[in-house]
Structure formats: structure tokens, C-alpha cells
């Protein structure tokens, strides 16, 4: 059960996409022809989907990426997700 709800927190987190964003979140197609520059891990307690991507985002611009994948995601009562960044 937890694999799931680890498969759903990813593939919601990875799906999320908003314009006003410096970075953008891409799926793995995209992130084939670009050029990885490291990753960035967040955690929360009582934290929403939309408050992760927002923690990822603000993370990858500081760290100078025009885009990231998620590369990992857990819920429950605590957060955490692990973002691939690129150029």
C-alpha cells in the first residue's frame, strides 16, 4: 500500500505544472535531452502536494535549473520528495 501511495504522490507531483514558475517540471521523455546538474530533497510535516512543488521550484531556481524531474515521493504525515535538476 505504501508503494502506491508513493506511486500516486509522484505521479500528481510530477503532473503539476504552473506558468509562473522560474522552473518547470518535466516527465522523463523530456529530461532525456538535458543536462542533469544535480538534486534537491525536500521534507514537510503536514504539508500538501502544491506546498511540495512550490519547495521544489523555489529549490531548483535557487541552484541556477531551468527545469527538474521528481524523482522520488512519500506521504503521510511527513513529506518528502527528491527532484532531479537540469540545465
Known amino acids: 500500500m505504501n508503494i502506491k501511495s508513493t506511486v ?3 505521479t500528481i507531483l ?3 505544472s504552473f506558468g509562473a514558475f522560474a522552473a518547470s517540471s518535466i516527465n522523463a521523455d523530456q ?3 538535458r543536462q542533469a546538474i544535480g538534486t534537491v530533497t525536500v521534507d514537510a510535516v503536514g504539508s500538501v502536494p502544491m506546498d511540495m512543488h512550490d519547495m521544489l521550484d523555489q529549490k531548483a531556481q535557487e541552484k541556477g ?3 527538474y ?3 522520488e515521493a512519500r506521504t ?3 513529506w518528502h520528495a527528491t527532484a532531479e535538476l537540469y540545465k
Do not use: T, V
Request: hydrophobic letters at 55%; zero cysteines.
Open 8 to 10: 500516486a504522490a509522484a
Open 14 to 16: 510530477s503532473m503539476l
Open 31 to 33: 529530461a532525456q535531452n
Open 65 to 67: 535549473a531551468s527545469a
Open 69 to 71: 524531474r521528481i524523482i
Open 76 to 78: 503521510g504525515d511527513h
